[in-house]
């Protein structure tokens, strides 16, 4: 290992490269976990948003039910020009 500091990536904002020379060890590994999964949340997004349409991706509730899960989606069925709203979610092989 060298004992030389990293080059900073080129695209990498001055200022950003600056704040992170600042963090401690321990802050710096907090900050790449964080980055690490909101990059992956952000992919996530961009892909249900390219298979379903920008229009089709809605936001989460922020008050679920009581008895229904966080990982739930509302699904929506359509059957005689009426729509019915309801959660679903996946336990085991089961959906609920």
Do not use: C
């Not at 390219?50 to 509302?74: F, H, Q, T």
Request: net charge negative; glycine share 2%; charged share 40%.
């Amino acid at each position: 290992m060298s004992y030389e500091p990293p080059a900073s990536p080129a695209k990498l904002p001055t200022e950003v490269v600056n704040t992170l020379n600042d963090f401690t060890p321990e802050h710096l590994r907090d900050v790449a976990s964080y980055a690490e999964e909101l990059a992956e949340h952000k992919e996530r997004e961009a892909r249900l948003k390219e298979e379903l349409g920008e229009d089709e991706v809605e936001e989460r509730p922020d008050n679920l039910p009581d008895d229904v899960p966080s990982k739930a989606s509302i699904t929506i069925k359509e059957i005689n020009d009426n729509r019915y709203y309801y959660w679903q979610w996946r336990e085991g092989e089961k959906i609920k």
